[in-house]
């Protein structure tokens, strides 16, 4: 079965700073991972996802996340904050394929606060 | 495209009254998903459905819940009857494939309210 771990229920940084949001995983085989976004009395919007390839994907708004395997983790990154990006950010892990086991699974999500 | 069109925005019901949810995928997917979130419990998958037929109903909490979805272009969840414990935000998503493999385009949501 696959799980994924957002560690900080918030993270809190100022505008122009750099800024992560944590996640780690654990899946059997090969993971597909998503970031996704959600801002208030909004569905999640999509980000960014890794399949395969290049451990650094790039994604909508300036946002990136690097594929770590030996760590398992899947962080979400972004050079310069913006008052903009306070959301609720959500990572999700899969195995893909049709089957129930491949069920996408969302992590709790992070609340990211940009302050001016 | 128009995404994800989810209907009613907002409803309110007594306890104990039928709800009906609906939900129009984007035209060309084939796989559609509902979820149900909460502050408490976060977001939950409740159903999943593949070329409209369900393939993991794991989720669904109790046997008041039932969705269907009798074309590619319209799905419905029902609450029968409705319950407080109900209440939530619930979500229609929908994506062009395999479950774990493409990404999911959500719908604005329902915010259900039941008293």
């Known amino acids: 079965a696959q799980s994924v771990a957002q560690p900080e229920d918030q993270v809190n940084v100022a505008e122009g700073n750099p800024l992560t949001v944590k996640c780690t995983y654990s899946?059997?085989?090969?993971?597909?991972l998503f970031w996704y976004v959600q801002y208030p009395n909004r569905g999640l919007q999509f980000l960014l996802k890794?399949?395969?390839?290049?451990?650094l994907v790039k994604g909508s708004y300036g946002f990136e996340a690097e594929f770590n395997k030996s760590q398992t983790s899947f962080h979400l990154k972004k050079p310069s904050a913006l008052v903009s990006d306070s959301a609720l950010y959500f990572c999700?892990?899969?195995?893909?394929?049709?089957?129930?086991?491949?069920?996408?699974?969302f992590g709790s999500g992070t609340r990211l606060s940009i302050r001016p | 495209d128009a995404g994800v069109i989810q209907s009613p925005r907002h409803e309110v019901t007594e306890m104990g009254q039928e709800v009906t949810l609906r939900c129009k995928p984007i035209?060309?997917?084939?796989?559609l998903f509902w979820y149900r979130q909460t502050m408490m419990r976060g977001l939950e998958l409740l159903i999943y459905?593949?070329?409209?037929?369900?393939?993991?109903d794991s989720g669904m909490p109790e046997d008041r819940f039932s969705a269907k979805m009798p074309n590619a272009s319209f799905s419905t969840l029902k609450i029968q009857p409705s319950e407080p414990r109900d209440s939530a935000v619930y979500f229609c998503?929908?994506?062009?494939?395999?479950?774990?493999?493409?990404?999911?385009?959500f719908g604005p949501g329902t915010r259900l309210t039941v008293t």
């Open positions: 899946v059997s085989g090969n993971p597909y």
């Open positions: 998503a929908s994506s062009l494939g395999a479950q774990g493999a493409y990404e999911q385009y």
């Open positions: 890794y399949i395969t390839g290049d451990n």
């Open positions: 999700a892990v899969s195995r893909g394929g049709y089957s129930s086991a491949s069920k996408i699974i």
């Open positions: 459905f593949n070329n409209n037929v369900p393939i993991d």
């Open positions: 035209s060309g997917h084939n796989s």
